[in-house]
């Protein structure tokens, strides 16, 4: 027996609860009636007689006191709607639906119908139990997405034909709808199986066993993204992990903003379902980006997400390197200053070697460095504010800074500044974002890409879907809903509840209760 | 705590013995199963044999017997001497207890219907009056409440009966405690002629039901014992939980009355009349109870058809 009204320690407290404060009530003193009787004669020769009720004092009425719980124990228990769970496993089967059901198959027939004998299929082996039925996802209620084609309790012989005039309509994410529903009439003993195209299913749903019903189409693979981070410490570093279902080769493209797209193949055949790919040497420079995934070729199927946030670099910054490099670190989000044990690049002077990390290396440039100093200084539009600020036109920034920002166009260039090149801080900045991540190469890297905003790093699933043209009718909303099974147990306790107070009125107008 | 409520009573004595009651009473006939040796001649019979008119037996005649009596044919025909035996009729001394104490103004338990034991006691005395004074019977009547009071002096005759009916017209309203044991007590005097003692009352002496039967045993008299009773009095409509006062004593009992309460209750009150029936028959006597609600010649004439005395 299950509950689905209330919980168990709920059920159990409110009977306690319910026990208590009937007690209480019973106790109470009540008012006595005054009667004038001819003589105590016989009420003395009666011997032992029940005393009226008293607080704090043993209930002496304890038939009224039990009908009473026992009463409101039964309306309790009604509202808590016990449902009898039989030993028998149930299994509710949800076939797809939607409007990728009428691609063709290998053979030329519609997925659909495999969808169809499948699940006829798996009826005519096995009883699908109790609380057992089959369900449509795909159309139906907006909300709910789901129809329920054969309930708990009919015969298996009208799902054919029920199957076989089943509209098909809707996207393909009914099927989490559809396995909502289908969990709450479940428990763990039990299972949903879905038939349908490939599809990245979880093991379990809200504890209840989910499996594929195993239709094999030939042609519709599926790949999910489950994962893709940046490598903390390296954002030009990009580990995805997918998800496949399909044995046909997956393209995975990573695609930035101004930047060239990025492919990974996957090999098929992978008996593997995840399938780790990692993509090293990623542009910088480049801000917003997405990654496609895609799998077959006749149509493709894809499945896209956006980036996550790459964490700013970790930079340490010699203290002998000039002081616009510990300005141009600070003032960008995107790199932040670390101690060199905790850094990822490393911005020094020619003494200082490092042979691990990638390090700009501050070489002492040619030429008068004053005679160098910028006259036509522009700022870029994505330059930090705080530096901008400083550095709006080249005068702002202390003699000492513009000397070293000079010094860095000439380490940079390797040629003096050109009068309306561009201003030395824009140059640096594209220094900075375009420079390539080895080592011993001048100057450092960072700032390409902007920050996406909020990603959630937890797993999640994308299902690779062929887009197929819906064209089918809206199907009758009144077939949508789940159907409950029957209220057998709270409809016998309301009944026996109600008995009971209908004894306690006929016991209670005969005198035999208070 | 008694109470002393002694006022007139609503019922006069002309509404108590309007002429419909009295002429119901013409049918009525008391005969008492026994009456002693040696009383005045009366309209009863007795198992004395003597100069009565009414022919019983013959017995061998012994030396001393009256001669009058001798039975001449027999001696004609046997040869021998013969005693004629008549029935010989005396007077009953005939004592009513009449209980007037508060109990027998109080109405049913629980019902609202006003109702007074009282009047059919004083009904019922009047009819058993009414028969015993008109076979010329001594009729003593012993009214009660607390404590005995003022009896009414032997009367006899039917000229003598109006004046117990004025008697009893002009009885205060009930009002005190029951005394039935000391006024049972005070019947028990060794000189008193052996007669019939009839007590018309509801029993509900405080001194409790073993007291009231070991007092009636006490009486030398034989017993006729009349229970007046209001309708369903053997369950109160009583239920729930209430506070049930002593309508003589003020003293209260708060209590649950409930069916098997009220089983038990009827119990007891069976027994208690089952008590007071057997010490009557122990008493060569009889016991009824009248209702309230009923006729009281019916009643009687019920009484005198099945028990030890008949009309």
New interface residues.
Partial sequence: MILRGLSPTVLLAGLGVLAAVLLVLHLLRVRLRRETVDSLLFFRMLGQVQRPRMLFGLPSRWLAFVLALIASALLWGAAADPRLVPARPSRIVLIDSTAAAVAVADDGRPLRDHYADRAVAMCDEADLGPRGRVVAFGGGDPTTGVRTVLDAGEPSALLEQRLRDLDVAGPPDTLWAALRSAVADLTPDDEVVVIGGPTVLPAAFDGVPVRHGGVATGRLETVGIARARFVPGEPTTLEVELLRDADAPIEVTLDFEGATPVTAHVPQASDDRSVPVRFDGLPLRAATGTLTVRVGVAPPRTAHIVLPDREPIAVFVAEDVPRAVHVLVEADERLALAPSRAAARIACTPGVPDAELPSLVITPGVGDPVARRPRDTRLAPDLPLSLRDRAHDGTALPDDEAWDAVWLEDALTGAPLLAGRGATEIHVVDWLLDSPTHRDVPLLLGWTLRRLGHVDDTVRIDVAQAAIASGAPPLDPADDAPRPGPPAIPAILLGLALLLVAADAWLHARGRLP | MATTETGPRATSGSELFDAAFLRSLEGLRFVARRVPAGGRIAEQRSRSRGGGVEFTDVRPYVPGDDFRAIDWHLLQRLDRVFLRLFLEEEDLPVHIVLDESA?MG?PP??RREPADKTVTALRVVAALAYVASHRLDRVTIHPFAGEPRRPLPGISGRVAFRRLLAWLGQRPAAGEG?GLVRALKSLATPSARRGLCIVVS?F???A??EAVVHALRTVRHDLLLVRIAHPGEER?A????????????G????????????S??AA??RA?EAALADTARARRGGFLSVRTDRPIVPQLVRLFREGNYHT
């Fill in positions: 109990s109080q338990a629980g029951t509801d509900l002496d405080p409790g039901a109160p009583l239920s729930g939980e209430v506070e049930i006062v002593d309508s003589e004593s003293e209260s009992l708060a209590l649950h009355v409930d069916d098997a309460l009220l038990r209750y007891a009150h208690f």
